[in-house]
């Protein structure tokens, strides 16, 4: 086998600047997920008909449908239903924001379902309102039933990045492949960017476990 080194060390800063990139559209795309995932979740368990129905349609049809075909949606399709063209990497962040929404709403869904009603019975007895329920009692407690399923979220999220290659976004995945078209050098670049991913995810994984054991989930 022929593996060429010197390959991999001069790929490195390319592919660091597409790891960069795939850092800030995960980022910036789990930011608006969790937004959207809560108020979402929330519509689930506590939105009347018409607000829990629009939750519902919006979870399943994400859920239902691959996140290749929905960013391609939003570059392709939406600008000739709008006459609005969104910028590829713009497409992208927003396509994580709406597919990691989904995830997230369900996550919360869940978790929010799981608190015991003998608690917020107890809090109604102490005579606080539904919110301050929600924001004092419930939510903290289902904050921590919620650590395990979001961190496999983020680094989901973060590996779904590489479907953005359809669209020309200069991530990872597509700055590998644009370095192989350079040199035929496939076994050492795609080599490189698994061990980066994994490198990654494996950083990720770590720090969400710490965090797991600092609000004693374990």
């Known amino acids: 086998m022929d593996f060429q080194f010197d390959v991999v060390v001069d790929s490195i800063p390319v592919l660091m600047e597409g790891l960069a990139l795939t850092l800030q559209i995960t980022f910036l795309g789990l930011i608006g997920g969790i937004a959207l995932g809560v108020l ?24 239902g449908t691959p996140l290749v075909v929905q960013v391609m949606f939003i570059y392709f399709a939406l ?12 497409a992208a962040i927003f396509a ?17 379902l799981s608190i015991s009603k003998g608690l917020i019975e107890a809090g109604k007895a102490l005579g606080i309102s539904s919110w301050q329920n929600i924001a004092y009692i419930v939510g903290p407690l289902a904050f921590r039933r919620m650590v395990p399923p979001l961190g496999n979220q983020v680094i989901i999220s973060l590996k779904d990045t590489s479907l953005f290659i359809v669209i020309g976004v200069g991530e990872l995945t597509r700055q590998g492949q644009e370095i192989i078209a350079t040199n035929f050098r496939a076994l050492e670049v795609w080599t490189s960017v698994a061990l980066i991913y994994l490198a990654v995810t494996t950083i990720l994984a770590y720090l969400l476990r710490l965090l797991e054991r600092r609000i004693r989930i374990l």
Not at 43 to 62: D, Q
Not at 80 to 90: K, Q
Not at 96 to 112: K, P, Q
Request: proline share 2%; charged share 10%.
């Open 96 to 112: 994580i924001v709406l597919n990691s929404g989904a995830y997230i709403a369900e996550i919360v869904r869940g978790a929010v």
């Open 40 to 63: 979402a979740g929330l519509a689930r368990v506590y939105g009347n008909f018409l607000i829990n129905g629009i939750a519902m349609i919006y979870i399943e049809t994400i859920r």
């Open 79 to 90: 600008p000739l239903a709008t006459g609005l063209r969104v910028a590829a990497l713009y």
